[in-house]
């Protein structure tokens, strides 16, 4: 990389704005806002949470062309182990810029003497896939986005399965009429959320957000209670699936987490809680639907494509195992 014509230098709060930009220039279906990315960075943020972040700048204009990331996942932590992110505008591709940021990457790396860094490189970007694959990293499983057109999916009764769970005394409710700003709703809801992502597959073991992290999602731009659907056995709360506003796509909303506690699996709770989800966004006027899947989640894929969801983008997920005693040796 030139360094009489880019500066490397730690992020800075004017960032966000660029760096929401060039994260959307990449990855077009999942543009991010400002506002968005500062809340991500900020609601679940924790001492125990290592979160490094580096640009670049172009001298000339200013303008921020790359950015790198070194985080711990607040839902998978494990001290010795987080992941890495390269992001380098198309146009300063191929000048030494990514390289730079990898070397930066591994000397921190080594100043943390961690063991094992994860990445994810989109499966349509034959170059990402080779640079990832230079500097290390062995893919382990893949994740992927998919979408579905409701300008085009067919409306979705409620079926024989939905009918039998409401004469067996399973009800279903939203975010917003149980009490959304209600603590001991929200301590309810937390609590099904933290038992229902335990068998949720994911890179790296499984951690619970504590209850402050996970109220400062709820209230996080996008947030919407009457989008959040809950099955209720009584006073508990079984099963739930959330929808999310993207500011930056007004017309593609985003299904979040959807999961059940075990006891309840296999009935058709959770088909049941996308269906309201589609359902509801087809009301409200919303062209599409996205949501993500880890490969090793058929289940849910299953309730995903009845539904009419199809693959859009595809991501390796990516694994390096290093040596924290000395610095990891550059891959040629």
């Not at 080779?130 to 979408?147: L, N």
């Not at 929808?243 to 006891?263: K, N």
């Not at 983008?313 to 195992?321: C, H, I, L």
Request: charged content about 30%; some cysteine; proline content about 6%.
């Amino acid at each position: 990389m030139d360094l009489e014509k880019y500066l490397v230098r730690p992020f800075e709060e004017s960032d966000y704005g660029p760096v929401a930009r060039l994260s959307s220039l990449l990855n077009p279906e999942t543009p991010s806002t400002e506002e968005e990315e500062r809340h991500w960075d900020r609601a679940f943020a924790a001492p125990h949470l290592l979160n490094e972040k580096w640009t670049v700048e172009e001298r000339a204009s200013g303008e921020v062309i790359a950015e790198a990331v070194m985080a711990h996942s607040p839902f998978s932590y494990e001290p010795t182990r987080l992941w890495v992110h390269v992001l380098v505008h198309p146009a300063h591709q191929g000048r030494g810029v990514g390289r730079t940021l990898c070397t930066l990457l591994e000397n921190e790396a080594k100043e943390h003497r961690l063991t094992t860094i994860w990445t994810s490189a989109r499966k349509d970007s034959p170059r990402s896939i080779e640079f990832a694959r230079r500097w290390g990293f062995e893919e382990v499983r893949s994740a992927w986005m998919s979408t579905l057109d409701l300008s085009q999916a067919p409306v979705l009764p409620p079926s024989d399965r939905a009918a039998k769970l409401l004469g067996e005394g399973i009800r279903f409710s939203t975010f917003a009429a149980e009490g959304a700003r209600d603590d001991g709703v929200r301590r309810r809801v937390f609590d099904l959320l933290s038992e229902a992502g335990k068998d949720a597959p994911r890179v790296g073991p499984y951690t619970p957000i504590s209850f402050e992290q996970f109220e400062g999602h709820q209230d996080r731009p996008g947030s919407m209670p009457e989008g959040f659907f809950l099955a209720c056995d009584g006073e508990s709360y079984v099963g739930m699936t959330d929808l999310e506003v993207s500011r930056a796509r007004p017309d593609a909303w985003m299904v979040g987490f959807t999961g059940t506690r075990a006891a309840y699996r296999g009935r058709g709770i959770a088909s049941e809680l996308k269906r309201r989800a589609v359902e509801f966004s087809r009301e409200q006027g919303i062209r599409y639907l996205r949501t993500f899947n880890d490969s090793l989640n058929l289940r849910m894929w299953a309730i995903n494509e009845r539904l009419g969801f199809r693959r859009t983008v595809e991501w390796s997920q990516r694994e390096r195992q290093l040596t924290p005693s000395r610095a990891p040796a550059r891959t040629p």
